[in-house]
């Protein structure tokens, strides 16, 4: 599932447990630029953002060399943060909800406060926010993944299930004019990611998310991985800096994405990428530069994700925005590009879409408003309570 | 230990430790996780993690509410759990957890090993099975286990065993010794804590706070119970104990207090128990009547369904304003056959004097 429950931390607490990360220039304002994270899997009414955490955007310019293949982005070394922080709730109001304040201090320093749960958001300096519970936007047949990498073989079905149909998340959406924001020697393509990280004089990352599927598809375990067969990488690499990685266990990470990456490959019968003689997979390092590349100036798109990572890879000029916008089929992108390569049919999980996004702002689609009820099946507490 | 500072080891910094999510939104959060799982279960969508998730979380909300039914709850939620993904190590270390919580030691240490079979990670096992070895008494192989764990892994998990290693450790020939090792454990794993829920903290300060009410240390004890209130204001267990510190440190008014709101929101007989037995102590016998004929009654339906859990409870209960100790011997007895630490031996021995055996 996407970043969800992406190692134990993750799992411990619901409320930093990133679960996606989106970027795209809005469908309904063109110029700004769309920034997405979303938190707390299978979130229910009440749910709140912690009040001991940070949620941040990190964004960098980037540029995108052309005409040579194989090449990795060139990330700038001038940041823009957009940080945001929560209060601890007041109330509660008339219909028993706590209402919490959100503060997102923009890189200038200047900052935009809103309630959570606030349609209208806050705005200030050129940028927009939104804090609250969304229709979580994400879908895949996550059984059918997870039977395709126990069993070795594409274990998808024409008509997929998506476990995650009406589920909510809480999200943070920030959308700002690009140019005004960050400058206009920033140049309009940026790589982003996201971070919870604590809060206090000592700062710890705990969760940070580029693409989606690198920690739960391309990391977990498959037992292939001969150098760390049993070990679950993904809490290491949660902590690291998604701009620099540290020197500690990267060779354990590319361990496991060389391992991992030539598995997938094999998935259909044939080999689609070719190793280097060390085992490097060519996907491997530029999966490492985990974070998203979008290009603000270029028109909203859809299923435009990892677009500019393959024009990067083909050597070629990309066409469209990239990033990753609300409705696109990242799971379809994902495994057509680790199994085939793009040289078969797209490989499909059976499931291509959830309610569409909304083309406004906040753009997530509203929670949904009649969370099925509890079956009898689940025990309730006796009688006597 | 290694990595303890002398001022750990003086016993500064007892109060504080890392921020935490303020507690409102924790347990706010932690409905929506459980209400937002249990739909999930509904179609048949919950994964087995999902399911693992949902028994973990409501076994949670079931200890900080003091609420027995919750983990009653829980209880059938395992037996689903393991029901419905037999091959999954997980479920099994749910029910595992559950078994341990009712004092079913036997049933605890067979899931345990059918995880392992099934491939859980020795470090959970290890720190699982020492708790269960704990409650027994067995503290040399508790003891060993959490070592064993402790060279596998160090992080909050292995290292916040080691410390209710020592806490629980009845048999350590110098009490005092042993409960400050314990501390320097407590402090070092909360060190060790990653992470802003607080509900890891909370329950690592409650017992370190229970460890010294155990062994005699009321004002050290309120710093960490106190610590965990302020993380999580409606945290019962921990409130009861704060209650206890106050009887302790006679201040039974701002006692009754406690017990007073605890009663309300508990199902847990100790409370009320507790309760009779001041209101009875300072002559509002009326309501302490109330109270014991409350607990008594709530004694014997627990006793009923988990012989095993509050066995040793009962005796207390019975042996103090239960006023029949006769049964109180009987019961503890039992208790020391079923488990048998130093406190189940001094509960034995304190029920004998009052029949007059000794």
Known sequence: MSDHLSGTRAVADPAIDLTDLYAFPSPSRPGRLVLVLDVFPSAWPGALFSDAASYRFRVRPVSVPMGHSGALFDVGADEFALTCTFSAPAGPDEDGRSAQRGTCVLPSGASVSFLVNDERGGEGDDVRCYAGLRLDPFFMDVAKEVETRASGRLAFVPQGTNPLEGNDVLTFVAELDAARVFGPAAGSVFAVAAETVTLGPYPVRLERLGRPEVKNILMSENGVDTANKIVDLRDLYNEEDPFRLGPTYLDAYRSRLNANLGFFDGLDGKLDWTAQPDGTHPLTELLLADFLVVDAAKPYAEDSYFEIEWALLEGREYTTCGGRSLNDDVIDTLYTLIVNAGHGPRVSDGVDGTVPALREFPYLAPANPYPPEQAATIPKAPANR | ?358
């Open chain 2, 1 to 358: 230990m290694s990595g303890v500072t002398a001022a750990d080891r003086a016993g500064g910094d007892l109060a504080g430790g890392p921020r935490t999510t303020a507690g409102v939104i924790a347990m706010g959060n932690l409905d929506a996780r459980i209400e937002g799982l249990a739909a999930q279960a509904v179609p048949g969508r919950l994964t087995a993690a999902g399911w693992g998730e949902l028994v973990e979380l409501t076994a949670l909300r079931g200890h900080v509410g003091g609420r027995i039914d919750e983990v009653e709850r829980v209880a059938a939620l395992a037996d689903m759990f393991v029901d419905r993904a037999p091959g999954d190590p997980r479920p099994l270390l749910a029910r595992a957890g559950v078994a341990a919580h009712f004092h079913r030691f036997a049933a605890a240490l067979d899931d345990l090993e059918a995880a392992a079979v099934l491939g859980l990670d020795r470090c959970t096992v290890d720190v699982e099975r020492a708790a269960v070895c704990q409650a027994v008494g067995r503290y040399d192989e508790a003891h060993a286990l959490c070592r064993r764990a402790l060279s596998r892994r160090r992080d909050f998990g292995t290292v916040a065993a080691m410390a209710r290693c020592h806490a629980d450790n009845g048999g350590a020939a110098h009490e005092a010794d042993e409960a400050a090792e314990a501390e320097t454990w407590f402090l070092a794993a909360r060190r060790a804590y990653r992470g802003v829920s607080p509900f890891p903290l909370a329950i690592l300060e409650f017992q370190c706070g229970r460890m010294w009410l155990v062994r005699g240390g009321p004002a050290r004890a309120r710093t960490w119970l106190e610590s965990a209130v302020a993380r999580l204001p409606s945290y019962v267990p921990a409130l009861g104990h704060l209650a206890e510190a106050d009887a302790a440190e006679g201040r039974r008014a701002a006692a009754v207090e406690r017990l007073r709101r605890l009663v309300l929101v508990s199902d847990d007989p100790e409370y009320a128990t507790g309760l009779a037995r001041l209101l009875g102590g300072c002559g509002a016998s009326a309501e302490a009547r109330f109270w014991r004929a409350r607990a008594a009654a709530r004694y014997e339906e627990l006793m009923a369904r988990h012989p095993e859990a509050y066995v040793d409870h009962a005796a207390e209960f019975w042996l103090t304003v239960g006023g029949d100790p006769q049964r109180a011997l009987r019961l503890s007895l039992q208790n020391l056959a079923h488990r048998p630490t130093p406190r189940a031996r001094a509960l034995v021995d304190r029920a004998r004097c009052r029949v007059g055996q000794r």
